[in-house]
């Protein structure tokens, strides 16, 4: 059973860039969500993906935009990339109504940008 | 709004010394709560949850309880291996619909031979 897969698994980019990252859910699992985690921080919330709309959104920016896709994927892109966005970017997949809720994480991509 | 409480690292300790790391929370209506476990450079892993008051999560030695009344999930070890050595996050969510997860910010651990 694959779990949460992610790609790219580094990335390097330069400020005022434009960079997308992919995520394929666990299988079996509808909904995907984003996270950054800064170095040394505990993972933020990005948003969420449900039926292919964004259902939930954390504190980022607009330059923060995403899309899922009928087989449940999603990619999260980051445009005019700045130099605070460097950071550890995770996927991370569950079921509505799960109980408990858990959500399973992909192993991440390191976003560099210089 | 939700936040997650725990104590800053590093903790290093000794093998086979106890482990606790302190974890509080703060929510509106009945979170689950969850520790998460993430190993250098990798991402996150599950490491056990609780749902509901009183509830005892376990997993791989490790133990935590779901504390109602004084909002916490403080996680245990009786005795720490080197391969525990990561990073272990306190997060919790809310039941229901929506899934956004609140993490903490983290605690190092380091055990030592």
């Known amino acids: 059973d694959a779990g949460v897969t992610q790609s790219p698994t580094h990335l390097i980019k330069t400020r005022g860039q434009q960079v997308t990252l992919r995520c394929s859910p666990k299988?079996?699992?509808?909904?995907v969500s984003w996270y950054q985690q800064a170095l040394g921080q505990g993972p933020q919330f990005i948003f969420q993906y449900y039926e292919e709309e964004e259902r939930q959104r954390g504190n980022f920016p607009d330059r923060f935009s995403g899309h899922q896709f009928p087989n449940y994927s999603s990619e999260l892109n980051v445009n005019a990339l700045l130099l605070g966005d460097s950071a550890l970017y995770l996927c991370?997949?569950?079921?509505?109504?799960?109980?408990?809720?858990?959500?399973?994480f992909g192993p991440g991509t390191r976003l560099t940008v210089t | 709004g939700n936040s997650v409480t725990q104590m800053e690292g590093p903790v290093t300790l000794s093998e086979e010394a106890f482990l606790t790391i302190n974890c509080t929370y703060t929510?509106?209506?009945?979170?689950?709560l969850f520790w998460y476990v993430q190993y250098p450079g990798e991402g996150l892993q599950l490491l056990l949850k609780?749902?509901?008051?009183?509830d005892k999560g376990s997993n791989k030695g490790f133990e935590a309880t779901y504390r109602k009344e004084t909002t916490s999930f403080h996680l245990e070890k009786g005795s720490v291996q080197v391969s525990d050595s990561a990073v272990y996050f306190c997060?919790?969510?809310?039941?229901?619909?929506?899934?956004?997860?609140?993490f903490g910010i983290g605690t190092k651990l380091q055990v030592i031979p």
């Open positions: 929510a509106t209506g009945y979170p689950s």
């Open positions: 609780a749902t509901k008051a009183d």
């Open positions: 299988s079996g699992h509808d909904t």
């Open positions: 991370a997949s569950s079921t509505p109504g799960t109980r408990g809720g858990e959500q399973y």
């Open positions: 997060a919790l969510n809310l039941s229901g619909g929506y899934q956004k997860v609140t």
